[in-house]
């Protein structure tokens, strides 16, 4: 499902700089089978973010290789990669919701990106908005939220399409304990049903509750899988 092969990523600055500039992952390797579920974690600035872009095609490695699917990264065309990214589902830690659509439409971009019909994107959205508390707020533009709101309607986003792989950078940081745990249920649910997924978190407590396999990044370096 998701494998990487002695993976490094330096992001190029242009100009004089671009070769002292430092790698941000260096020599990374791992793979996580089709349904698999993994903790990513590690202090500040040890390339969590970093690892979870290139797992959804945000950024390319270096050099080594990545594979997605069974598919080879770094070969396809874009249009391909687009189709890759529909069955990807992320949450973004700065939310990234568009300030000019609802609750409820920026919810159901995704499905209407993927041509779904409305009678069963309403039926999934308002599914997923009343799941995690917002049923009251479909029409609310994001500006018009709390931040534990938006958080919540990014993680809808991400997971109304029942992706295929779920890539979260911590979903749980603008939420109390009650939405995080409410929030672990829906991922764990999806998990049961097939979803690989991916979390990076701070969040040692929820770590524990929720025992998985770990990917632990160091320095740009993975120091331990499993």
Same mark, same amino acid.
């Given at each position: 499902?998701?494998?990487?092969?002695?993976?490094?990523?330096?992001?190029? *600055? *242009?100009?004089? #700089?671009?070769?002292?500039? /430092?790698?941000?992952?260096?020599?990374?390797?791992?793979?996580? $089978?089709?349904?698999?579920?993994? %903790?990513?974690?590690? $202090?500040?600035?040890?390339?969590?973010?970093?690892?979870?872009?290139?797992?959804?095609?945000?950024?390319? $490695?270096?050099?080594? =290789?990545?594979?997605?699917?069974?598919? *080879?990264?770094?070969? &396809?065309?874009? =249009?391909?990669?687009?189709?890759?990214?529909?069955?990807?589902?992320?949450?973004? +830690?700065?939310?990234?919701?568009? /300030?000019?659509?609802?609750?409820?439409?920026?919810? !159901?971009? /995704?499905?209407?990106? !993927?041509?779904?019909?409305?009678? +069963?994107?309403?039926?999934?959205?308002?599914?997923?908005?009343? %799941?995690?508390?917002?049923?009251?707020?479909?029409?609310?533009?994001?500006?018009?939220?709390?931040?534990?709101? +938006? +958080?919540?309607?990014? &993680?809808?986003? !991400?997971?109304?399409?029942?992706?295929?792989?779920?890539?979260?950078?911590? /979903?749980?940081?603008?939420?109390?304990?009650?939405? #995080?745990?409410?929030?672990?249920?829906?991922?764990?649910?999806?998990?049961?049903?097939?979803?690989?997924?991916?979390?990076?978190? *701070?969040?040692?407590?929820?770590? !524990?509750?929720?025992? #998985?396999?770990?990917?632990?990044?160091?320095?740009?370096?993975?120091?331990?899988?499993?």
């Amino acid at each position: 499902m998701v494998k990487f092969d002695d993976v490094w990523l330096k992001y190029q *600055h *242009h100009g004089h #700089a671009a070769a002292a500039a /430092p790698d941000v992952l260096r020599g990374v390797s791992f793979e996580i $089978p089709g349904g698999g579920f993994r %903790w990513l974690t590690g $202090p500040s600035g040890a390339g969590k973010t970093s690892l979870l872009k290139l797992i959804y095609l945000a950024e390319h $490695p270096s050099r080594g =290789r990545i594979d997605i699917f069974g598919t *080879h990264a770094a070969k &396809i065309s874009r =249009r391909d990669a687009a189709l890759l990214r529909r069955r990807i589902g992320v949450v973004y +830690q700065d939310f990234r919701l568009l /300030p000019h659509l609802s609750a409820y439409d920026n919810v !159901a971009l /995704p499905m209407r990106l !993927a041509r779904r019909n409305e009678s +069963q994107i309403h039926a999934d959205v308002t599914e997923i908005l009343r %799941w995690v508390g917002l049923s009251g707020r479909l029409e609310a533009l994001p500006d018009e939220l709390s931040g534990g709101e +938006q +958080q919540r309607v990014a &993680i809808a986003r !991400a997971v109304v399409g029942r992706p295929k792989l779920l890539v979260a950078d911590e /979903p749980t940081g603008n939420l109390d304990d009650e939405q #995080a745990e409410r929030l672990m249920t829906l991922i764990t649910a999806l998990n049961r049903l097939g979803t690989t997924v991916v979390v990076a978190t *701070h969040n040692q407590a929820l770590v !524990a509750r929720y025992p #998985a396999a770990r990917l632990e990044m160091a320095n740009g370096r993975l120091t331990s899988h499993g």
